[in-house]
């Protein structure tokens, strides 16, 4: 495994309504680097386009220490903006599948090898130094044919490869076999772009690094087209916590979620992996008792590791002994029968209240 791609400043702002002002998408990549995200893909390399060359002038003067990668149509003139930009990575897109090829562009297999090899001669001989290949609908492909599309890029000096399920249809299992078969016929380094329709985003690209790719595409809270993609959150979060350890720095994660999700008018449920309010929250007896003599029972990693904070609560779903541990660490010692009153109190009050109960209302019904 080479890296991580994030994509929110394509892919993301190719949701519906999401538009990052310039200040937001610099926060964006500085917060991207400060984690350690390897490359960034900051925009779509067009001649419309009046703010990219102001934001790659601003980020390379930052030296962040992230790779600027760039997306591209596999058109001379857009090939020729993004060359003027000077990114460190270049991804000509382009339709792997009949459907994309015949419906979508009114082409044939043909045209699209010789535009595929026409574009990267094209880009290395205006200085891209790396010239990744985008072959959209992978996952729809022929395969044959797709295997003859990467061929062809292997042989006109691409670099990498990158497989994009476009719609969202594979499973983990189809991808990580895609890759294998990919890396058995070329050397070039594999990405996989994964769309979230059925769900499977974020398993597809952890499965792809897992079968051996070199890349994995993702972006913040997923946001993308239709379902969106990878959450570069739950990606970093997996490989730096519990897969290759690679060395993100977890603890960024939530400041950069929150400020895409404010910038995209996004809410971040409670529940989210990794950055959610209240997933280090406990109410239920059993994970209380267990949570209270050893947090590893019930969390696969410290909360402090994503800046979180693991709070216990105390309402109508807590058991007798989750309830006395609470009390002890407050201080308070009950004889048996009072501490069945107490109980039924905690209980009471909470289903009454319909929430758990702070410790200052736990004290105060002691105190009643």
Known sequence: MKGL????????????????????????????????IEEIELGIATPYDQELPLLMRILRRRKSGSRMALWCRCLAADIDVAAALIPDVLSLSIPASDLHIYEKLGRNRNWVKETLATSIRHSLAKGIPIV??????????????????????????????????????????????????????????????????????TANGIAALEAGADWADATVLGIGERAGNSRVEEMAGYLALRGERRPYKTEHLRPLCLTVAHAAARQIPGSHPLVGEEIFTCETGLHLQGLTRNPATYEPYDPERVGGERRLLLGRKSGKRAIQDRLHALGCALPAERLEQVVKLVRHQADSKRRPLNDEEILGIISG
């Open 5 to 36: 791609i994030d994509s929110t400043l394509r892919e993301g702002e190719q949701a519906p309504g999401v538009f990052f002002p310039l200040a937001v998408k610099i926060k964006i990549a500085k917060l991207l680097a400060r984690i350690g």
């Open 132 to 201: 990744s290949v985008g072959l959209e609908d992978a996952t729809r492909a022929d395969e044959d044919f797709l295997v003859q599309l990467i061929q062809i890029a292997e042989q006109a000096g691409a670099a990498r490869v990158r497989l994009a399920d476009t719609v969202g249809i594979a499973s983990p299992g189809t991808i990580a076999g895609l890759v294998r078969k990919i890396a058995r016929i070329s050397s070039l380094e594999i990405g996989i772009h994964a769309h979230n329709d059925f769900g499977m985003a």
